[in-house]
């Protein structure tokens, strides 16, 4: 079956992000693992330039396009990781970027994303479209649109968070990746099946959050209502039209977790870790330490996607 991403795309990804991503470590707890009755490796994103994955896609793609595009100016849409992303990539391209982002998004990531020097835009989640404004802008200033997760560039460029975590760690039998609008786990799937086919691959989603779940269930891409998730990164509507054909041919489930057990999970990591990790980032560890994943895993990969997280849900974890 031919997918519109392949393995040495995100080979080729993985050549062109290395000057601007930093090869994050892979961590281990041993209570961890007694509590999830397996072997974890956590590939830790939330030590990313930006404080998470979303730059290995976003400078794929800006450094795919050419010199005179990227003159131009770039234009995203996103919660807050992606736009942070795209701030940076823009600033290491030397051109300027538009980010749109919801009124409601985490103050932190909005503060971040401006200290990049882009300009933000901000919109209602339930009243406006976040593509249709990025659409406008893009075509009012001539700026090209860098799309969260459903371009394959993008996909290449985040599917290089599994290349490294294989070549880190290349024992483990499964992998356990955060799905959102599903760039991350599809990418990370192509990459992980072109290196050890045998592996087994689960995507992890919010329970309120569940779309790409209903979607595999249904064999179509089934859209939801805005999902009211502590997850604030993972509140797609909708999984990709290039991620979901991706996901049904390489991901072999799709797990979900509650609003307590991501809640749980974050407090766990930070006590027993040492390390933050945002809502959105700990769904995959969540799926482990509450013994979501099927019988059978022995060593698993562990995709801690992001560690953009506010200060004030910190301290409401701490007490």
């Keep these: 079956m031919s997918l519109p991403v392949a393995f040495e795309d995100v080979q080729r990804a993985a050549d062109r992000v290395r000057p601007y991503v930093h090869r994050t470590p892979v961590l281990t707890s041993r ?4 509590q999830a009755g397996f072997r974890c490796f956590f590939k830790c994103e939330n030590f990313q330039r930006g404080g998470s994955f979303k730059l290995r896609g976003a400078s794929n793609f800006v450094f795919s396009l050419s010199p005179e595009e990227r003159a131009r100016g770039l234009v995203a849409y996103s919660s ?7 701030a940076i990539a823009a600033r290491l391209a030397g051109t300027h970027a538009t980010l749109v982002m919801p009124a409601d998004a985490p103050r932190g990531k909005l503060e971040a994303t401006a200290a990049q020097g882009a300009k933000i835009v901000t919109y209602d989640r339930h009243r406006q479209s976040r593509e249709a404004i990025g659409r406008q802008i893009a075509q009012e200033t001539g700026a090209i649109l860098v799309p969260p997760y459903d371009h394959p560039w993008t996909i290449a460029g985040q599917g290089t968070v599994a290349l490294e975590l294989l070549e880190q760690v290349p024992e483990v039998d499964a992998l356990l990746v955060p799905v959102g ?13 072109g290196l050890k086919p045998s592996i087994r691959v689960y995507g992890v989603e919010p329970e309120l959050a569940d779309d790409t779940r209903r979607s595999l269930r249904e064999r179509r891409r089934v ?3 805005i999902p009211e998730t502590i997850a604030d990164g993972l509140r797609a509507t909708c999984p990709g039209e290039i991620t979901f054909p991706i996901i049904q041919a390489l991901v072999d489930d799709v797990l979900v977790v509650s609003e307590e057990e991501i809640r749980q999970t974050m407090r766990f990591l930070l006590t027993r870790l040492k390390i933050v990790v945002e809502p959105s980032g700990a769904v995959a560890a969540a799926a482990a330490l509450f013994r979501k994943v099927p019988a059978g895993v022995r060593t698993a990969g562990i995709v801690i996607s992001g560690g953009n997280v506010d200060l004030e849900l910190l301290g409401k974890l701490a007490t």
């Design 31 to 34: 209570s961890f693992d007694e």
């Design 80 to 86: 807050g990781n992606h736009a942070q992303a795209v």
């Design 181 to 193: 609008g599903g760039g991350l786990i599809s990418g990370c799937a192509v990459a992980a099946r």
């Design 223 to 225: 859209e939801i209502p």
